[in-house]
């Protein structure tokens, strides 16, 4: 459970970014993304630790100032001695945003998970820091992670592996590169495990906006799939070996694109802004 | 809907096979055909129509000849002519099962479509016919048929274009080779136009054995995607661009394997013969 500094204040948006978001044209993600933190006076930290990249760090920190950020810096954490340390920590505690870069999820959890830097950011979080991540940055966002998995796949139990992530919130699971690498069969796999998380798959330049009260608006050029698996009537993940398929009944999926919405908390899925913008043409 | 003979005929099976269905050790799916359609006094006829090659007949021929049945003949239909031949019609009115092998769906629908032998096999199987079909021979058995579309693709109004099948029944549109193609987003296009058909999503080496009482077991190695849209709450198809993705909310997927069970009337899924098989080790 993520922690809270006190009880009045509210939570920071958290925002799963399926990876390949448009850094060339309308920049829709990033945009918001900057304007959810304080527009041009917002405060930013990159966190290219997934990456294998030198260069993605100062990447970002040009997209996000020609998006008219002032105060945008790189916290270039390459070891758990760099996550220890007390300025980057105070840099996070100062943020009004965190993004993480995509790479490698297992890259972020095995430097940052349980270091000074990770408390910093799920503290911040459910204070009010937004944290937002695309591809590998995305998936370490929740509380059980997708390490990796088999693309293209029936659901089968070995198909998926799950490992702890940064673990904002424990209500959902992420998966990204979603349609572009045939993902449904290992995050269904994920979720026959134990349907209590909702299952978010995200494709690239898509991403979930998710609020404090725990809806999650799309925002993007892509569609989210939406699997529920909380009124599965059976799975037989506890008999299936691990190379058998899985006999999973009763799962719910939404297929959400721009301007549509989903109660994490209710459970129910809405087109949101797409009813009103019929053309008849 | 079908033609039917008389009021007390049972419809025969309607058996869509993913493709590439076992042919070399336990052929659990031919098997189960020929069990169904008398064993080995079984009276197969062989539609290899979908086909360019001209070995196709004489391979499954021999695959049934194989399994016992004596009574095995290739009806060679390459044109529209032969479609129309009142020595196959008769072939086919004195079978017990036909056999519809893979290819492309669109030269079965163009060359049989509306023919003499299209009208014996929709007779027969509503008066006790058993009609199988793998791949392309799958797609072409209901009334809507995917005539082609996009794979891997998340679901847009581009992404699917149907055609009149031979239409043994209009409860489900086929789609095969389906997680080895990922074609989950043109099945969902394909039921965002119209929610009434459910959509059976085929693995390789995996059939539905669709019963006249219109419930569905699965057979075979892979898994049964099941694609209910009924209860639709929204989707986005009318409004939505050629290329734009299709938002649509509350679909019910059941991801079903060897022995599970739907039925397509009532809608309901169960883990059929899979229960009772657990092994604890």
């Known amino acids: ?14 925002i799963p970014i399926g990876g390949a978001e448009d850094k060339l044209e ?5 945009s918001r993304f900057v304007d959810l933190s304080g527009g041009e006076n917002a405060r930013i930290v990159i966190i290219p630790t997934a990456s294998r990249l030198t260069t993605t760090g100062d990447r970002y920190l040009k997209l996000f ?3 008219g950020v002032k105060d ?6 390459l070891t758990r001695e760099d996550a220890e340390r007390e300025d980057y920590e105070a840099m996070i505690e100062n943020a009004t945003g965190v993004f993480l870069t995509g790479g490698n999820q297992l890259r972020i959890t095995t430097i940052i998970g349980g270091t000074k830097v990770a408390k910093a950011i799920r503290r911040g979080n459910a204070d009010g820091l937004n944290v937002a991540g695309t591809s590998a940055g995305a998936s370490v966002l929740s509380d059980h992670m997708i390490a990796f998995g088999k693309d293209g796949s029936s659901p089968r139990a070995g198909a998926v592996r799950l490992a702890p992530g940064l673990g904002l919130t424990n209500r959902f699971i992420i998966d990204q590169h979603f ?3 045939d993902r449904l069969g290992r995050l269904v796999a994920a979720l026959a495990f134990n349907p209590h ?3 978010i798959g995200l ?12 809806t999650l608006e799309v925002e993007g050029s892509g569609a989210l799939t939406l699997v529920d698996s909380s009124k599965t009537q059976f799975s037989s993940m506890a008999e299936a070996g691990v190379n058998d398929p899985i006999c999973i009944l009763g799962i719910t999926v939404h297929i959400l694109v721009h301007g549509a919405t989903y109660n994490l908390h209710t459970r129910t899925a809405s087109p949101g802004t797409l ?3 019929r053309t008849d043409d």
């Open 1 to 14: 459970m993520p922690s809270k500094r006190s009880e009045n204040s509210k939570r920071g948006w958290i």
């Open 26 to 30: 309308r920049k829709r993600i990033l």
């Open 65 to 67: 100032q020609e998006l």
């Open 72 to 77: 945008v810096q790189v916290a270039d954490i």
């Open 179 to 181: 349609r572009q690498r």
């Open 197 to 199: 998380p909702t299952g």
């Open 203 to 214: 494709d690239e330049d898509t991403a979930a906006f998710i609020g404090p009260d725990n």
């Open 275 to 277: 009813v009103g913008e």
